[in-house]
């Protein structure tokens, strides 16, 4: 085991000594300092390792409490909050861990895991048990609060949405914040009931709590579910005479609202009559829709309203451009991709491997590997560095076009950033080389897959 001051001692004495050269001190340095940063390493990795073990018996073991008393383990809250976040459906197993860890002498529970088990039991419909121990804590966060009632939503059980909401403030000492509201008003929308969400909404204003983007958006959302886009537009031109303008436009409302609904083609009319009058939704709803877009396949369309609403002036984002270059490769519109990657360059922004490997696997299947070898010379120069996957796609699609020579030099780059190639790249390579006549090649590549796995 790695003993620290051995180092430094060793270090100190080099550091004193008139005939020791500069650089050897240096590299005595960088050897503590990289020997520091693996334990460090190792005891995250052991920790987390803990976690998960613990959360795969909470899950799994039936004798579970039995089974932890027999684990050398010091049960702190982070320890019970990490276990807690990943078991979120379990909701009677993560009750028993936190009784039990409860039962520990050096565990005292924090706010924290009784939110984060508030959170699970709420989600696995475990209310009884739920409401046992949201009584031993003396006040619940707004955030607890609102996803309670969200559960209860969607669910369908809007009674109990309502009164969780009428006794937040007696009962569970948490304000009824706009946030409160808008997951109040999400319930009612849940199970349709409108007028009860119109009541709300005038409740809201009489206390002086001003809407904001959600309440907007769970109500439009409610309707336009319900197939009511009338309805929703008089909703928005309602709020606007009242003097609560939406902080976005009521258009783009709309067009997210049929969206979330699913109707797919009435969003694309509405969009196509906004770029017609010169009006462009926002970069959000943009994405929106070119996402919806694009999962039904219709990237031709995709492509024209993206177009459209770059000569309006939309400054499309990063995750715009995550949407179209893959969808113009899917079609073969590989001088579209390249047209919309550099618009991102021109942006200002720095291409990341998901948006430059799209176009390097497209190239190679049109069987342009000069051009993609090039392109991918260009991209580690000016855009992020390549990373595994896209090393890998890279190798796997040079052995799908016979170029096992190039497969094997982009192996071993890979090897020299640190990145550790999958078997099946080792495999297909050194028998691609073997039948190519390429045996001295092929040996090397294996000797290197016996160094790296040292088998």
Not at 2 to 17: E, G, K, T, V, Y
Not at 172 to 195: D, G, M, R, W
Not at 229 to 250: T, Y
Not at 313 to 341: H, Q, W
């Amino acid at each position: 085991m790695f003993n620290p001051a051995r180092p430094i001692i060793f270090h100190i004495l080099i550091r004193n000594s008139p005939s020791s050269p500069i650089f050897t001190r240096l590299k005595t340095l960088t050897t503590i300092t990289a020997h520091l940063q693996n334990r460090t390493t190792s005891k995250k990795d052991d920790y987390f390792a803990v976690v998960h073990h613990i959360s795969a018996i909470v899950r799994r073991d039936f004798y579970l409490e039995r089974t932890l008393n027999k684990l050398p383990i010091s049960v702190t809250s982070g320890l019970v909050y990490r276990v807690l976040r990943t078991c979120p459906n379990s909701g009677t197993e993560s009750l028993r861990f936190f009784n039990w860890a409860r039962s520990r002498p050096s565990y005292q529970p924090t706010t924290l895991e009784f939110e984060e088990l508030l959170k699970t039991l709420a989600r696995t419909k475990q209310f009884q048990q739920m409401w046992k121990i949201a009584h031993q804590m003396q006040t619940l966060s707004p955030t607890v609060v609102c996803f309670i009632i969200d559960e209860f939503g969607k669910h369908g059980l809007v009674d109990q949405a309502v009164e969780v909401f009428n006794k937040a403030k007696s009962a569970l000492n948490c304000p009824q914040t706009i946030e409160v509201y808008n997951s109040l008003l999400f319930a009612l929308c849940e199970v349709k009931l409108f007028h009860g969400a119109y009541a709300l909404i005038r409740r809201m204003i009489r206390k002086g709590v001003a809407p904001n983007k959600r309440t907007y958006s769970v109500l439009v959302n409610g309707w336009c579910a319900s197939g009511k886009m009338r309805e929703a537009q008089d909703f928005l031109e309602e709020m606007s005479r009242r003097g609560f303008n939406p902080p976005v436009r009521g258009r783009d409302l709309l067009v997210d609202g049929l969206l979330n609904a699913g109707y797919l083609e009435a969003a694309k009319e509405m969009v196509r009559k906004m770029t017609k009058k010169g009006c462009a939704p926002d970069v959000e709803t943009l994405n929106s829709m070119l996402q919806a877009v694009c999962n039904a396949g219709e990237t031709e369309f995709c492509i024209d309203i993206y177009n459209d609403v770059c000569r309006l002036g939309v400054s499309p984002n990063v995750g715009t451009y995550k949407i179209m270059i893959p969808a113009a490769c899917k079609e073969g519109r590989i001088d579209e991709a390249f047209k919309i990657l550099h618009r991102s360059i021109e942006d200002g922004h720095r291409p990341f491997p998901s948006l430059y490997a799209p176009i390097i696997k497209a190239l190679c299947r049109n069987g342009q590997f000069d051009d993609a070898f090039c392109f991918f010379s260009d991209m580690k120069v000016k855009g992020h560095p390549p990373n595994r996957p896209v090393y890998t796609m890279l190798i796997t699609m040079c052995g799908r076009g016979g170029r096992f020579v190039d497969a094997a030099n982009y192996l071993v780059e890979m090897t020299e950033l640190n990145l550790t190639p999958i078997s099946r790249c080792f495999d297909m390579i050194t028998d691609g080389l073997k039948n190519c006549g390429k045996h001295d090649l092929a040996r090397k590549i294996e000797q290197l897959e016996v160094s790296l796995r040292g088998v």
